[in-house]
């Protein structure tokens, strides 16, 4: 049975995805979570593209891993 991340990890990795996105210097991220079979890619859209079914949206402040590690975050 495959299990579910708890909220806190869910946080802590959408935290380290804002760090690493364009998004870096932001205040604010809102970061889409979901399971790899729910994102799809479109016919014919532009590379990069694709659609999320089943998501949830966190809203972080883009941090590093080794500055979550260091606040207990």
Same mark, same amino acid.
């Given at each position: 049975? /495959?299990?579910?991340?708890?909220?806190?990890?869910? @946080?802590?990795?959408?935290? $380290?995805?804002? %760090?690493?996105?364009?998004?870096?210097?932001?205040?604010?991220?809102?970061?889409?979570?979901?399971?790899?079979? %729910?994102?799809? @890619?479109?016919?014919?859209?532009? $590379?990069?593209?694709?659609? /999320?079914? @089943?998501? /949830?949206?966190?809203?972080?402040?883009?941090?590093?891993?080794?500055?979550?590690?260091?606040?207990? @975050?």
């Amino acid at each position: 049975m /495959i299990e579910r991340p708890d909220r806190q990890t869910l @946080k802590r990795a959408a935290g $380290i995805a804002a %760090y690493h996105s364009k998004a870096r210097r932001a205040g604010l991220v809102a970061v889409s979570c979901t399971r790899a079979r %729910y994102v799809t @890619k479109p016919r014919h859209a532009k $590379i990069g593209t694709v659609q /999320i079914h @089943k998501e /949830i949206v966190l809203k972080v402040r883009p941090a590093a891993g080794e500055e979550l590690a260091r606040h207990g @975050k």
